[in-house]
């Protein structure tokens, strides 16, 4: 595809009536990628209620760079960005094609900030874990948006904001991460407890979700001063992040549906979100 002329045919498209949900994924583990578990259910049911795309615009949590990147190459790589897995799971390829007119449209949407078009990433494990379940046939084109990580959390929900544009064409936005992920305080001897986890990830969980149900997204934008539990649910912003993302693609009147929503490990929450 002719970057000019794709991003001509994305710019010139009619919007349809109706905006794409957008979504957030708790894509935990890699292992979801090939394992059979009730999360990965829950993100195959989420397709089932979602037109289909156009294209998919992926936020993972796995892409955090200096500056603000988009795949912009026809076929991208699967990043096997993980170690000490099954071969299994490293023979895994996604060959979902790339959109180098859409990549270009949203620098183009994203101005007057610098967005680099990158030709070198690929797919990392936080899109195509996730997204292997919504669309196996890998029949719908998939790009990324880096995180840039020298940004607060308020520039990464307005830069989200400028995007909901895709929206109106077509375009599913998922957001990959984890809201609580600790991997430090993992506990091990309990991970396959049922919806386990410690006090502290009970209470941010609780919090975070109140807050996304009520509309009342400032301790969410500030969730460095929102005290202990937060500080241990959120130790860095990397698998954070995405939610922002998805957070600020929300239209007036559009509501929040939680599924996955189980603590795991003590210290990891599956909390996935659509908005519609």
């Known amino acids: 595809m002719n970057t000019l002329n794709g ?14 949900p957008a979504l957030f994924l708790g894509h935990g583990s890699p292992m979801n990628a090939i394992e059979e578990n009730e999360f990965v259910a829950g993100f195959r049911n989420v397709s089932q209620t979602i037109p289909t795309p156009t294209a998919i615009l992926c936020i993972s949590a796995h892409w955090f760079t200096e500056g603000t990147k988009v795949t912009a190459m026809e076929m991208p790589k ?3 960005d993980f170690m ?30 610098m967005v680099e078009l990158d030709e070198k990433w690929g797919l990392d494990h936080g899109a195509w874990s996730v997204i292997k379940h919504l669309y196996p046939q ?4 998939v790009i990324q948006l880096s995180i840039d990580y020298t940004k607060p959390p308020i520039y990464h929900f307005e830069l989200a904001q400028q995007l909901k544009k895709l929206r109106n064409k077509g375009v599913l ?16 001897a309990n991970f396959d407890k049922d919806d386990y986890g410690y006090d502290w990830a009970i209470e941010a969980r609780a919090t975070i979700n109140s807050c996304m149900r009520s509309g009342n997204l400032n301790p969410l934008l500030q969730y460095q001063e929102q005290g202990s539990a937060f500080k241990l649910a959120i130790p860095s912003p990397d698998h954070y992040l995405p939610l922002i993302y998805t ?8 509501s929040i549906d939680v599924f996955n929503d189980k603590l ?13």
């Open 7 to 20: 991003l001509s045919r994305w710019a010139a498209d009619l919007n349809l009536s109706d905006p794409m």
């Open 78 to 80: 699967t990043i096997h």
């Open 84 to 113: 000490g897995f099954p071969p299994a799971l490293y023979e895994v390829n996604y060959p979902a094609k790339g959109d180098p007119g859409l990549a270009a449209y949203t620098q183009e949407l994203l101005q007057p900030k």
């Open 138 to 141: 890998a029949n719908i084109p």
């Open 173 to 188: 936005m998922v957001g990959s991460g984890n809201i609580i992920h600790n991997l430090r305080m993992i506990d091990w």
């Open 247 to 254: 957070l600020g693609l929300q239209n007036k009147g559009e």
């Open 264 to 276: 795991l490990a003590g210290s990891l929450s599956m909390t996935s979100i659509k908005i519609s």
